[in-house]
């Protein structure tokens, strides 16, 4: 495979495999993009991002402007003298000027089977969705939302107990293969963009933290899909009342468990909701602030027993 010249465009944890595929694929990487450091964590200490961290390590030049649509910005780009972009979780809008700019155009990695969950949160959508099945697709990008042409798509089982975690590991890895496999036909004159089907299409905007509340009155397996499709970030949750204060608890695992009762009433002593229909057992549980516990442990610090209303 010959070694192409790229700039790599991405933020989170995600991306940060494909940057490591493609430099051990032998391609040079000219300059990494990233989003700007941003105070982050319970101290709101300035915290660079993970391709960031991961670029510095390696030695790679980082820039990370806070619009692609400058000029300069532009220019700075297209000085680099491209074969290639490689866009993985970037969070920027890039303009015409710079999906232009190089040779082979710009390729992103995005986590599911487009046209299916375009958009901020495929991976958690689609298991809050119930779906069965995702995968990564390799696009040729446009100046739509997710919109431009498939070169290569590989799919990626949904296993019942994935949480969203599970799966975006798995996606991360599967994707950086896909890249390099894509790239590699792309330079060799093997591989043509195909047009997205107009049918099927679904979008997965960002997770809000109103969404993430768990509705009691749903039914079980419902909301199972949501528990795991925001674990462990950033955590389906509910409010309890505790000796007169209001608690907010992330559930971060839980499985179908036998019972009925009222709506968010706590019939068991080892944590057993009662939904509409069904219920579900508690099994792994964070209060703020706190590290993950198993339900066992968070009910010896506090106790939550049956006929309490969670809401």
């Known amino acids: 495979m010959p070694s192409l010249n790229l700039a790599f465009m991405g933020t989170p944890d995600f991306a940060v495999p494909v940057l490591d595929a493609l430099l051990g694929a032998g391609h040079t ?25 991961r670029a ?23 000085a680099l003298d491209l074969d290639a972009a490689v866009v993985a979780a970037y969070g920027l809008i890039l303009p015409l000027q710079i999906l232009g700019a190089p040779k082979l155009g710009c390729l992103n990695v995005h986590a599911s089977l487009l046209p299916r969950w375009r958009g901020a949160a495929p991976i958690q959508r689609a298991i809050m969705a119930g779906d069965t099945a995702t995968g990564v697709t390799i696009m040729q990008m446009d100046e739509g939302l997710d919109t431009g042409g498939i070169l290569l798509s590989r799919p990626v089982p949904i296993g019942i107990a994935d949480t969203a975690g599970d799966l975006h590991d ?6 950086a293969e896909a890249m390099v496999q894509a790239l590699e036909a792309l330079a060799a004159g093997g591989l043509a963009p195909k047009p997205q089907p107009q049918t099927g299409v679904t979008v997965a905007p960002k997770i809000t933290k109103y969404e993430a509340r768990l509705d009691w009155t749903r039914p079980a397996a ?11 970030f950033p ?3 509910f409010e309890v009342s505790v000796k007169g204060k209001t608690h ?12 009925r009762g009222k709506p968010g009433e706590v019939i068991s002593d080892d944590l057993v909701v009662a939904c509409n229909p069904g219920s579900l057992m508690l099994q792994t549980l964070q209060r703020a602030g706190g590290r993950p ?19």
């Open 235 to 237: 955590g389906a949750w």
């Open 222 to 232: 419902e909301l199972q899909c949501q528990i795991r499709g925001l674990s462990p």
């Open 56 to 78: 510095e390590q390696l030695n790679i030049t980082v820039r990370t402007p806070g619009s692609l649509k400058d000029d300069r910005v532009q220019a700075e780009f297209a």
């Open 29 to 53: 990487i000219a300059a990494v993009y990233t989003q700007r450091p941003r105070r982050a964590g319970r101290g709101k200490a300035i915290r660079k991002t993970p391709v960031h961290q």
């Open 293 to 311: 516990m198993s339900a066992e442990e968070f009910l010896r610090g506090m106790a939550i027993p049956p006929g309490a209303q969670l809401k």
């Open 248 to 259: 907010r608890i992330k559930i971060l695992q839980a499985q179908n468990a036998l019972g």
């Open 170 to 175: 798995r996606l991360a890895a599967e994707g």
